[in-house]
C-alpha cells in the first residue's frame, strides 16, 4: 500500500513540475542533488539557503531527485486517502496532530502532517527519489526556509551510510573542528563568536 500510494504521489508531483520545471543542482559532498520545483514562489523560498551548493548545470550523476510542488499553484490537491491516516502502522508523531510512517528500510518513508501547515514529505529509498509538498507556499514556516529539505536529507544519507549532525562547525587552514551537545548548551554561541576572532572561521552554528 505504501509504494501504491508513492506512485500517486510521484505521477502529480510530475504533473505538477512537468511543464515548466525550475530545476537547481546542488552538491552536499561528492553527491549531486537534483532540485525539481514547480514555479519561481516555491524556488524563492527554499533555494536560498542552499544557494551556496549550488553545481554547475553539467550531465552528472543525480544522487537524488526532490520534487517540490504545492497544491494553490498547480491546482492539485493531495491525495490522502482515509486508508492511509488510519493504517494501524501510522503512528502519532511528537508534534499534536502530526501522523508518520517510517516503514522498513527498503520501502518509501512517508511524513504528513495535517492543517494549518499542511505538508507531506515522502523519500524513496530504491529510486533515491523524494517529494516535497505543502498546500500552499505561504504555509511554509521559517524555520523549513531556513534549512529547507533536512528531513528528506535524512532519509537519503542514512541510506548513503550517513549521519545528517545537528552541531556547529569552526577551522582555519590547517583543520575544522565539530562542536557538539544538547540543544541550549552554547554550540550556536561559540561558533558565532569566532565571527570576530583572528584564529578561528565561522563555519556554521546548526
Not at 4 to 10: G, I, N, P, T, V
Not at 24 to 29: E, N, P, V, Y
Not at 68 to 77: A, I, T, Y
Amino acid at each position: 500500500m505504501v509504494v501504491s500510494y508513492y506512485e500517486r504521489l510521484l505521477e502529480d508531483a510530475h504533473e505538477a513540475t512537468g511543464q515548466r520545471p525550475r530545476i537547481k543542482r546542488i552538491r552536499l559532498g561528492d553527491k549531486s542533488v537534483e532540485l525539481v520545483f514547480s514555479n519561481p514562489q516555491l524556488e524563492n523560498c527554499l533555494f536560498p539557503a542552499l544557494a551556496h551548493l549550488r553545481a554547475p548545470d553539467v550531465d552528472d550523476i543525480t544522487s537524488l531527485r526532490v520534487y517540490v510542488w504545492d497544491s494553490k499553484s498547480s491546482g492539485l490537491e493531495l491525495p490522502i486517502p482515509e486508508s492511509e491516516l488510519n493504517n494501524p502502522r501510522t503512528q502519532l508523531g511528537e508534534g499534536p496532530g502530526t501522523k508518520s510512517r517510517d516503514a522498513i528500510a527498503v520501502a518509501p518513508k512517508i511524513l504528513y502532517t495535517p492543517a494549518p501547515n499542511e505538508n507531506l514529505f515522502a523519500f524513496h529509498p530504491e529510486t533515491r527519489t523524494a517529494l516535497y509538498w505543502y498546500r500552499d507556499t505561504e504555509g511554509i514556516p521559517y524555520y523549513e526556509r531556513g534549512a529547507p529539505f533536512r528531513l528528506l536529507f535524512d532519509f537519503w544519507l542514512a541510506q548513503e551510510k550517513l549521519l545528517l549532525t545537528h552541531a556547529g562547525a569552526v577551522g582555519n587552514e590547517h583543520g575544522g573542528a565539530f562542536l557538539v551537545g544538547k540543544g541550549g548548551r552554547g554550540k550556536s554561541t561559540s561558533a558565532i563568536s569566532c565571527l570576530s576572532s583572528n584564529t578561528l572561521g565561522y563555519l556554521a552554528d546548526d
